[in-house]
């Protein structure tokens, strides 16, 4: 099992950029893929982004492609999430999760992931 731990959460105004942190503690980080999801108030959970292990593969839902980057850091056991020209369709709830293994376009998935962080708030106001 492996432990995680969103930060970087805020209230910012549209147009603006946040990163989000996820420090994960656990022997399997380095070779796992790794994803990014949010959900909303009375909406079902999203999917955002995702990375393979080695960082060399990403891949993103289509309203954040372009704006948003996931990126990793295996020495520090993390991974981020760069979010730039936020929108308030943005504001939500945003979770990092382990999957079990990279597979393509896949990582959508929700059954794909076998780890989840708290979450940490992400508010974009008008």
């Known amino acids: 099992q492996v432990q995680l731990v969103e930060s970087g959460g805020g209230l910012v105004q549209a147009g603006g950029s946040l990163r989000l942190s996820c420090a994960a503690s656990?022997?399997?980080?380095?070779?796992?893929?790794m994803g990014w999801f949010r959900q909303a108030p009375g909406k079902e959970r999203e999917f955002v982004a995702a990375i393979s292990w080695s960082g060399d593969s990403t891949y993103y839902t289509d309203s954040v492609k372009g704006r948003f980057t996931i990126s990793r850091d295996n020495a520090k056991n993390t991974v981020y999430l760069q979010m730039n020209s936020l929108k308030p369709g943005d504001t939500a709830v945003y979770y990092c999760a382990v999957a079990k293994y990279y597979s393509g376009t896949y990582m959508h998935l929700p059954s794909m992931y076998a780890d989840w962080g708290q979450g940490t708030q992400v508010t974009v106001s008008s």
């Open positions: 656990g022997r399997t980080f380095s070779s796992s893929a």
